[in-house]
């Protein structure tokens, strides 16, 4: 069975198949990521624009590349939310019209369900409960994920991780996205240099990460030239203390659910320490941890055709009134 994915909820724009939802045949990713650059963030302007321009030649390059033919393709799956309005809208239509025209069956996906779901695209089929940790520019979560259903463990209580670090780049005069600046800077810096107090929260599950943007600005302000002179430090002393903070979370949900195996997804699961600490969790706690391949860790069709490969095995179907929802939540709240 040949599944399509459509994937246009932020700046890129992906088309992929899968072959029997484990069989990545293709997956053809566009970003605008460059367009955006100079304004030091996303424009949702451009990105609606960017995927209306480039959606069919993304298609045809992702047959081309799969070698499947229009008659082939028998279940059209395209994220439904979150994200932006715009974008989200050419991937929604795109989608609706193919299966109309061709008779076959429509599944709306959830973005944040998709990124966790992206792992099964290498562990097969899996048996019981997970834990999930999506750490995106948009959203940061801890989810129960148990009989078929998501549920909300802990969120951000203001900004996501990958937010925290795009606002942080931003500050130091680094450049966009700042994830991977600040990743790649922080190998040579001293990580205990700058300490960062974790904030106290009701909610032992739940994440903040404003509080940290203003305690550099803080520094900046305070320590700007030597900061200036040493950036390095800078960055490895905060990328220290999210990551540190995002590995306690995981300890602290996998002991209050008995639950030792966990799904990680979202764009910040490119980082190279949160990857290194979380590998390291299986070492000390016995805490199994799977983070997608780089190529299905940012956002991808892939994991959307894969998301809704898992649905259309359950029986769920989307009828074509689905429209664009760009406040989706997981498991009702995020
Ligand atoms: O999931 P994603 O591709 O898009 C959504 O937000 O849905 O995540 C993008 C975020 C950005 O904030 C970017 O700075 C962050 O992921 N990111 C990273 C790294 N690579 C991307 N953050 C930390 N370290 C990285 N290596
Ligand atoms: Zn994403």
Redesign the pocket.
Known sequence: MITLGIET??DETSCAFLEDGNKVLSNVISSSLERHAPYGGIVPEIASRHALENIRAVFHEAMRKAGVSVSEIQLVCVTQGPGLIGSLLVGISFAKAFAYSRKLDLIGVN?LEA?LEANLLEAGEINGPYLGLIV????TALVLYQNGTFTPLGHTVDDAV??A??KVAKLMGLSY????V??SLAQQGNPLRYRFTKPKLDQELDFSFSGIKTAVLHLLEKEGGAIKNQPADLAASFQHAAVDWLIEGVKNASRRTGIKRVFVG???S???L?RMRLKSLSEEHGISVMIPKLEFT??NAAMIAKSGYEKYRKGIRSGLEISANPNLKIGGVF
């Open positions: 909820s932020c973005h990124h995106s520019g948009g959203h990958g937010e670090y795009d996205p700042g994830g991977p600040i990743d979202g764009g910040v490119a980082n190279s949160l940012t956002d």
